[in-house]
């Protein structure tokens, strides 16, 4: 166990970028982002949590698969797999739960090795989560707003310092690198985290049973989706923002004898997702892929990894056109 003074963590990203691309929280025109540090960026460690997740350096938005060109009656692929090394610092226990969620749908029988060859060669620094969103609900899901688990280093703020936690060998080799900015911590500093936890818990208002939820759902009647749909932009922004959501479509661009395979984010809440040939649209209505979105989050995620496809990160609430909020929908559906 560790502590490192709040003044040096940036010394030790930047002491990072020479064997490594460094992901940090980074504040642009008010907003929070991941981005990859620079020689002349500023991190901020002042947050609540990002209005995108992290999700992004490991399932890009546009993802380049492999090229292809044409070879008599054949074809040469070349494939593009990401094995870039690189340190994710600051994601907040939520999103790391979020990852270890994306572990089960890219892993399973068909690995997906764009995917792992990212996860594979990212090194997460999480943050412990003291000062939550008004939004979260993260305590409900066990997904927060502490970790015990599923990162290489853990970070949590207590005064002056943060209190850094080993969780893996590849977490110990970059605590290596710039050794000297880091103090071994005591006892005491652990007593201090878990105050911190419990305050950050009480912070935490919001509250729903998923066990409870996921019940209800499967009996909710169609005149409340209707009227939720009535709400709905069907802009995207709530899979777009959401952790967990990773729908995607895969197209070929091809020109002459060669070309290339791209896979572009998608998602449910999107008019076209489920339009087949000949026009069929299986869920062509707005209530009907609402109801997807919510059984996809606590019903049929649970059914096949036996745990919820939700972490409570309430982004969905801060980003949603229509001024749907799940966590009251939920609370007002469980009443019926």
């Known amino acids: 166990m560790w502590k490192i003074d709040k003044g040096d963590i940036l010394k030790w990203l930047k002491s990072l970028k020479k064997d490594f691309e460094v992901i940090a929280p980074v504040k642009v025109h008010g907003e929070v982002l991941f981005m990859p540090l620079s020689d002349d960026t500023e991190i901020t460690l002042d947050y609540t949590n990002t209005l995108e997740s992290p999700k992004e350096f490991f399932l890009p938005k546009t993802e380049e698969m492999f090229n292809f060109r044409r070879k008599g009656e054949d074809f040469e692929i070349t494939s593009k797999i990401d094995d870039k090394k690189r340190v994710l610092f600051g994601i907040r226990p939520c999103d790391v739960n979020a990852l270890t969620l994306l572990d089960e749908v890219f892993g399973g029988k068909y690995r997906d090795p764009y995917y792992f060859s990212i996860r594979r060669n990212t090194t997460i620094v999480a943050m412990t989560c003291v000062q939550p969103d008004i939004n979260c609900f993260c305590d409900s899901m066990g997904t927060g707003p502490s970790l015990s688990r599923d990162f290489d280093l853990l970070f949590t703020e207590l005064d002056e310092t943060y209190l850094v936690e080993v969780g893996t060998n590849k977490g110990e080799e970059i605590l290596k690198l710039k050794k000297d900015l880091f103090k071994e911590a005591d006892e005491t500093r652990r007593d201090e985290k878990k105050r911190k936890i419990e305050a950050a818990k009480k912070k935490i208002k919001r509250r729903i049973d998923p066990f409870e939820i996921s019940k209800k759902l499967k009996y909710v009647d169609d005149e409340i989706w209707r009227k939720l749909g009535e709400r709905c932009m069907s802009c995207g922004g709530c899979s777009h923002v ?22 572009y984010w998608d998602s449910c809440m ?67």
């Open 242 to 263: 959401c952790p967990t959501c990773h729908c995607f479509d895969i197209r070929d661009i091809f020109v002459d004898e060669a070309g290339k395979r791209r896979r």
């Open 270 to 336: 999107l008019p076209g997702f489920t339009r087949m040939a000949g026009g069929v649209n299986p869920r062509g209505t707005k209530e009907s892929r609402i109801k997807q979105r919510y059984n996809c989050k606590f019903n049929y995620f649970f059914e096949r990894y036996g745990r919820f496809g939700c972490v409570g990160c309430g982004r969905c609430t801060d980003v949603c056109q229509g001024n749907i909020d799940m966590v009251e929908f939920l609370k007002e559906m469980n009443h019926h």
